[in-house]
T-cell receptor, first 111, second 116 residues
Framework: GNSVTQMEGPVTLSEEAFLTINCTYT??????LFWYVQYPGEGLQLLLK?????DKGSNKGFEATYRKETTSFHLEKGSVQVSDSAVYFC??????????FGTGTRLTVIP | GAVVSQHPSWVICKSGTSVKIECRSL??????MFWYRQFPKQSLMLMAT?????????EQGVEKDKFLINHASLTLSTLTVTSAHPEDSSFYIC????????????FGPGTRLLVL
């Protein structure tokens, strides 16, 4: 079956620190992989995605590479800002078009 | 960009009453909408897939008679929590799939339900 295992939080970083949030997946077939972000009081927003192996999704300084050999899609950002404080969800979409989410990782960036 | 709205954003009700939550795609047509439930500090759990003009497909363990889903038009799906109980208190989120668009699913802001 499909599942996503995500690094547990919370994660607290100082501004300009390097961020990594680990995500690994189990899936049948060839899923698409996503990172969603949920800012306080708002709905989930797509942050980035990758649809096939070795694709790199990127947006707002965040990056994640679809690694089929390690079944991973780790989220990285070189220099976080206070405005990046949010909950980040890794997700995969299988053949049925529904999304399977990880448990979410809360990131807090302090000035 | 595409927007999905939910109404109400929060609701408090007495145990035993029914609550209807609306999910609308505001600027695109969505033949498929999804309903999720999010528990505190946990992930989103898919409850059901709502298909316009046909019956919803429920995930295992979700009571279809308790969580009634209607997808009567290409821009509106409703979730009715019937005879709500305190254990139904949760954050309910819908999403609409823009198959023709570049970003896939768009999520509503969620509805917080508190059953007293």
């Amino acid at each position: 079956g499909n599942s996503v295992t995500q690094m547990e939080g919370p994660v607290t970083l100082s501004e300009e620190a390097f961020l990594t949030i680990n995500c690994t997946y189990t899936a049948t077939g060839y899923p698409s992989l996503f990172w969603y972000v949920q800012y306080p009081g708002e709905g989930l927003q797509l942050l980035l995605k990758a649809t096939k192996a070795d694709d790199k999704g990127s947006n707002k300084g965040f990056e994640a590479t679809y690694r089929k050999e390690t079944t991973s899609f780790h989220l990285e950002k070189g220099s976080v800002q206070v405005s990046d404080s949010a909950v980040y969800f890794c997700a995969l979409k299988g053949g049925a078009n529904n999304l399977f989410f990880g448990t979410g990782t809360r990131l807090t960036v302090i000035p | 960009g595409a927007v999905v709205s939910q109404h109400p954003s929060w609701v408090i009700c007495k145990s035993g009453t029914s609550v209807k939550i609306e999910c609308r795609s505001l600027d695109f047509q969505a033949t498929t909408m999804f309903w999720y439930r999010q528990f505190p500090k946990q992930s989103l759990m898919l409850m059901a897939t709502s298909n316009e003009g046909s019956k919803a497909t429920y995930e295992q363990g979700v009571e279809k008679d308790k969580f009634l889903i209607n997808h009567a038009s290409l821009t509106l799906s409703t979730l009715t929590v019937t005879s709500a109980h305190p254990e139904d208190s949760s954050f309910y989120i819908c999403s609409a799939d823009d198959f023709g668009g570049p970003r896939g699913q768009y999520f509503g802001p969620g509805t917080r339900l508190l059953v007293l």
